[in-house]
């Protein structure tokens, strides 16, 4: 198979919801789109709406703190394209909100796993799929830090700065990694922070997916 022959290959870890699944959807246009997340129902539904619009996709209904599944998904993308054009990394745990002395250990403990852990095993596997001209993509969150936002907060603020120091080093040899910043959308994952909010006001997920995807190829 040449290079020609080759479609385009987008992970999406974290496509079952919110602004993965919509990056994974709009992704579809352009790339050939390997979905991971947890909810074989929520993947399949995504894959019923890719297909609608002509695209394409491969579902991997997994869990990104199974390293042994991730290594086994990346050995296959290898196998199969010999190479990775766009990671999108999506997936996030957010544990409930608590003060520091009550945070639950089981979920301080899944948050360490799925927002700092999962993300330090993936890049090493990672990094070589993308090679030189590959694309990752994080999505910042300013609220570490803040009241309440103890277990999330400090995990995904590890998980970003983990992004930056591989952006840093990779400035000139690629792959290029992108730290973008999100606006405010009606996820579940919001839901849970913010019950009782107006959410007429928030950016629609789709949308919110294309500003960004525009935002990574203007960069």
């Known amino acids: 198979m040449t290079d020609h022959d080759t479609p385009k290959i987008a992970l999406v870890t974290g496509a079952s919801r919110g602004l993965g699944a919509a990056m994974a959807e709009q992704l579809a246009a352009t790339h050939h789109v390997v979905a991971v997340g947890r909810t074989t129902g929520a993947l399949e539904e995504l894959d019923d709406r ?35 054009d766009l990671w999108v990394h999506a997936a996030i745990h957010a544990a409930p909100l608590t003060p520091a002395p009550f945070m639950d250990a089981k979920d301080w403990e899944r948050s360490v796993a799925t927002n ?58 690629g792959p290029r990694v992108h730290i973008l910043a999100p606006a405010p959308m009606p996820t579940a994952t919001r839901g849970r922070f913010h019950p009782g909010e107006d959410r007429s006001v928030l950016a629609q997920p789709m949308d919110e997916a294309t500003r960004l995807i525009g935002l990574m190829r203007g960069a």
Request: overall charge neutral; proline content about 5%.
């Open 116 to 173: 700092v852990t999962a993300t330090g095993q993936l890049i090493p596997f990672l990094a070589p799929l993308l090679g030189e001209a590959g694309q990752a993509v994080f999505f910042d969150d300013p609220r570490g830090g803040e009241p309440f936002f103890g277990a999330y907060g400090a995990t995904k603020s590890a998980q970003i700065a983990l992004a930056r120091s591989w952006a840093a080093e990779t400035q000139r040899t």
């Open 50 to 84: 890719i297909q609608a619009k002509g695209g394409n996709a491969t579902l991997a209904p997994m869990d990104i703190t199974n390293l042994d599944a991730m290594a086994q998904l990346c050995r296959s993308i290898h196998d199969r394209w010999g190479k990775l």
